[in-house]
């Protein structure tokens, strides 16, 4: 598989929470290159199959869905009021160019005009509820004629180099992680383990919940993004994680304390492979991981994750040998596992 041509048309796919069809429907037809037992559950996920082996039931799991925005209500004026669906930080939305509704309609968003705020506003970011799309439309009625209350929004931009190993685009949280299943899917070995792309995590983990109740797994990796703030002003210790410094494994998060035998497991398979791996330091935010972990009468769950710049904006950066690593630690810790 060629990595850097599936992550762009990963990344470039549209599908914020509830609406993940178009990457289903991707990773369906990719599929198709092999021999799966795949289909799609009441909520969305696609279920894989690959293999046939008895006794420990292992489960891979990355969620589909992206954050993005949703449209609330119309303006007199033709402009359209939305509210976010996952986490934005407000203050990076303005300005932003969007693919708007089912027909994918260019859009901007937009604010009051700097010299029209009032004083003591132009200290404070703006608030989710002052901001506006404006896809052109000259009234209300010219807007309910393209789109529909509940359509979806998501940030125009395409996938692209800009070094060597770097690459930027949205959505890297999690078709990263889909990346990695895929890419271990279509390779010619002999594992043999489920595969979960899961809908719905960034508004709460809900196809997670759904999948690992119908696939019953005995153990479970989560394969995720998360957070790198190595930039600029950032201790060290806050840093989450290190671009080019390999995979992270989880110590725990918001939602799961990780099983400390496939967290040690990993750290084996990885120094046994020489392949570089590091700790996500940070403890807050959620994964799938804990809907899982919770499942029946609970799976010893873990969480590995690619390292990711600028998460849930419209350009997020990772690196190339990053997510090559996390595809080889997640194939070598599948063997120890046969």
Same mark, same amino acid.
């Given at each position: 598989?060629?990595?850097?041509?599936?992550?762009?048309e990963?990344s470039?796919?549209?599908?914020v929470?509830?609406a993940?069809?178009?990457?289903?429907?991707?990773?369906?037809d990719r599929?198709?290159?092999g021999?799966?037992?795949?289909?799609?559950?009441?909520?969305g996920n696609?279920?894989v +199959?690959?293999? +046939?082996?008895k006794?420990?039931?292992?489960m891979?799991?990355?969620?589909m869905?992206?954050?993005g925005?949703?449209?609330m209500?119309?303006e007199?004026?033709?402009?359209?009021?939305f509210?976010a669906v996952g986490?934005i930080?407000?203050?990076?939305l303005?300005?932003?160019?969007?693919?708007?509704?089912?027909?994918?309609l260019?859009g901007v968003?937009?604010?009051?005009?700097?010299?029209?705020q009032? @004083?003591g506003?132009?200290?404070?970011?703006?608030?989710?509820?002052?901001?506006?799309i404006?896809c052109g439309?000259k009234?209300?009625e010219?807007a309910a004629?393209y789109?529909?209350?509940?359509?979806?929004?998501?940030f125009?931009? @395409?996938?692209a180099a800009i070094?060597?190993n770097?690459?930027r685009?949205?959505?890297?949280?999690n078709r990263?992680?889909?990346l990695?299943?895929?890419s271990?899917?279509?390779?010619k070995?002999?594992l043999s383990?489920d595969?979960a792309?899961?809908?719905?995590?960034e508004v709460g983990?809900?196809?997670?919940?759904?999948?690992?109740?119908?696939m019953?797994?005995?153990?479970?990796?989560v394969?995720?993004s998360?957070?790198?703030?190595?930039?600029p002003?950032t201790e060290q210790?806050?840093?989450?994680?290190?671009l080019g410094?390999?995979?992270?494994?989880?110590?725990?998060d918001?939602?799961?304390?990780v099983?400390?035998q496939?967290?040690?497991?990993?750290?084996?398979?990885a120094?046994k492979?020489?392949?570089?791996y590091q700790? =996500? +330091?940070?403890?807050g935010?959620?994964?799938?991981g804990?809907?899982?972990?919770y499942?029946?009468?609970?799976?010893k769950?873990?969480?590995?994750?690619?390292?990711?710049?600028y998460?849930?904006?419209?350009?997020s950066?990772l690196?190339?040998?990053?997510?090559?690593?996390?595809?080889?630690?997640? =194939?070598?810790?599948?063997?120890?596992?046969?």
């Amino acid at each position: 598989m060629k990595i850097k041509e599936t992550l762009a048309e990963l990344s470039n796919l549209r599908g914020v929470s509830g609406a993940e069809a178009e990457v289903s429907s991707y990773l369906a037809d990719r599929l198709e290159e092999g021999r799966f037992e795949v289909r799609v559950d009441s909520i969305g996920n696609l279920l894989v +199959r690959k293999g +046939r082996k008895k006794g420990k039931k292992l489960m891979l799991s990355a969620h589909m869905d992206e954050v993005g925005l949703m449209i609330m209500d119309f303006e007199k004026n033709g402009l359209l009021r939305f509210r976010a669906v996952g986490g934005i930080d407000s203050r990076i939305l303005v300005a932003k160019r969007l693919r708007v509704g089912i027909h994918a309609l260019p859009g901007v968003i937009g604010s009051k005009p700097i010299h029209l705020q009032k @004083k003591g506003e132009q200290d404070k970011p703006f608030r989710e509820d002052s901001l506006y799309i404006d896809c052109g439309f000259k009234n209300h009625e010219e807007a309910a004629g393209y789109l529909k209350v509940g359509e979806y929004a998501t940030f125009d931009v @395409k996938c692209a180099a800009i070094s060597k190993n770097a690459f930027r685009g949205k959505a890297f949280d999690n078709r990263a992680g889909c990346l990695v299943l895929l890419s271990l899917l279509l390779e010619k070995n002999s594992l043999s383990f489920d595969a979960a792309f899961t809908v719905q995590e960034e508004v709460g983990t809900r196809g997670a919940q759904i999948a690992a109740y119908t696939m019953e797994p005995d153990r479970a990796l989560v394969v995720e993004s998360t957070a790198a703030a190595d930039t600029p002003e950032t201790e060290q210790e806050l840093s989450s994680t290190i671009l080019g410094q390999g995979p992270a494994i989880s110590l725990m998060d918001s939602t799961v304390m990780v099983d400390r035998q496939m967290r040690n497991e990993l750290t084996v398979a990885a120094e046994k492979a020489g392949i570089i791996y590091q700790y =996500r +330091r940070f403890t807050g935010a959620g994964t799938d991981g804990g809907a899982i972990a919770y499942s029946r009468s609970g799976v010893k769950t873990a969480v590995l994750s690619v390292p990711c710049r600028y998460i849930h904006s419209p350009h997020s950066v990772l690196y190339e040998s990053d997510l090559k690593s996390t595809i080889d630690l997640v =194939r070598s810790w599948l063997d120890t596992q046969q």
